[in-house]
């Protein structure tokens, strides 16, 4: 079993940015991949980054690219979104989890944190 707290989450106006942190209880062979996803109000749970433990790997999805920035620092089991230019449709739940391989289906994901809400205002 493997806990992932996510912190970070809160209001900020438009064109901001938000740094999220997940720490994770410990790393296993079914989390080896770092994500985060997002879930607004009466939409499904999107993917948003993803990172491999050794950081040497990382992926976006295509609307985040050139404005989030996931980073792990493997020695205290932390992942970090760096979010910028932060807009109101980015408005949502942000999840933390882990995955034994990259993809981008929520369902292949072994462990999900709390969520940690982001709001942003015009």
């Known amino acids: 079993q493997v806990q992932l707290v996510e912190s970070g989450g809160g209001l900020v106006q438009a064109g901001g940015s938000l740094r999220l942190s997940c720490a994770a209880s410990?790393?296993?062979?079914?989390?080896?991949?770092m994500g985060w996803f997002r879930q607004a109000p009466g939409k499904e749970r999107e993917f948003v980054a993803a990172?491999?433990?050794?950081?040497?790997?990382?992926t976006y999805a295509d609307s985040m690219k050139g404005r989030f920035t996931i980073s792990s620092d493997n020695n205290n089991n932390m992942a970090y979104l760096q979010m910028n230019s932060l807009k109101p449709e980015d408005t949502a739940v942000y999840y933390c989890?882990?995955?034994?391989?990259?993809?981008?289906?929520?369902?292949?994901?072994?462990?999900w944190g709390q969520g940690t809400q982001v709001t942003v205002s015009s």
């Open positions: 410990k790393r296993t062979v079914v989390s080896k991949i």
């Open positions: 990172i491999n433990w050794s950081g040497s790997g990382t």
């Open positions: 989890a882990t995955a034994p391989i990259l993809s981008k289906s929520p369902s292949t994901w072994t462990y």
